[in-house]
């Protein structure tokens, strides 16, 4: 029957407006959805990458670097025991070279502990600093490697906390190395001397000294530790994965 008014078809319906619909980036059981393949899932993915390969080259730096002896280098000029020579301070040994033949050839090292009295302060430091950078970097790996996989399966929230405490663990690594390299330094800028027991055939302070490669090595793994944690810290809650609203066509 028609008579003129709006016809009804089934049950009653509401004016249509304004609905809210979420982007759904994953399915329930956690498998990847359409945010893994988006750009911005890419681009996210392609930094955290980088900055895991940049810190892992920097926690492989800082770590050789705590096993050299190459962190002070002295001239030592000729001695009652010994011709001119140079020696290499570390933080777990020292080594004296005697320079021939246009090459600097090694005629002992003789190691020391943390609990070597005559060890000095910024050494005992570095003892301390050196293998604690070792772990939070290795924990930082641990917990990048958990985030990139959230990240693949579009855990947002895991992926997101996982992160931060990547890059807090590297930031705080390379912190740790930092402070060994510039005490280290501080103390060569100083020209402190070191009271050797007389079987390692050193004097109180050398003729001259310089830093070493080592500890430029280690410098360098601090800054690698440094930015590849700011890396890890530009994830981000993705935009994409927000509930926008959307307007219905009926």
């Known amino acids: 029957m028609s008579d003129g008014g709006p016809e009804i078809h089934g049950k009653c319906s509401l004016p249509s407006g304004p609905s809210f ?6 399915s329930g059981d956690g498998s990847p959805g359409s945010a893994s393949t988006s750009p911005l899932f890419n681009g996210r993915l392609k930094l955290q990458l980088m900055g895991f390969v940049v810190a892992t080259v920097g926690w492989v730096l800082g770590t050789t670097s705590m096993a050299l002896a190459e962190w002070r280098v002295w001239y030592v000029n000729s001695t009652s025991l010994l011709s001119s020579h140079l020696a290499c301070v570390g933080v777990w040994r020292a080594c004296i070279f005697r320079h021939g033949n246009g090459l600097d050839r090694a005629i002992g090292c003789q190691g020391y502990s943390y609990f070597d009295p005559y060890v000095p302060m910024d050494i005992h430091v570095a003892q301390i600093l050196l293998p604690l950078a070792t772990v939070l970097g290795l924990f930082s790996k641990a917990a990048i490697i958990f985030a990139l996989k959230n990240m693949y399966l579009s855990k947002v929230q895991k992926t997101c906390d996982a992160s931060a405490v990547a890059g807090m663990l590297s930031i705080a690594a390379s912190f740790c190395i930092l402070a060994a390299v510039v005490w280290n330094q501080l103390s060569i800028q100083t020209e402190e001397g070191i009271a050797f027991p007389p079987s390692f055939n050193l004097p109180f302070k050398p ?44």
């Open 21 to 26: 619909a979420p982007d759904a980036p994953s």
């Open 207 to 250: 003729d001259s000294q310089e830093v070493g490669g080592a500890a430029l090595m280690a410098f360098l793994g601090s800054c690698g530790l440094f930015f590849g944690g700011l890396a890890y810290f530009s994830y981000k809650y993705p935009l994409d994965s927000r509930v926008h609203p959307t307007t219905s066509d009926t």
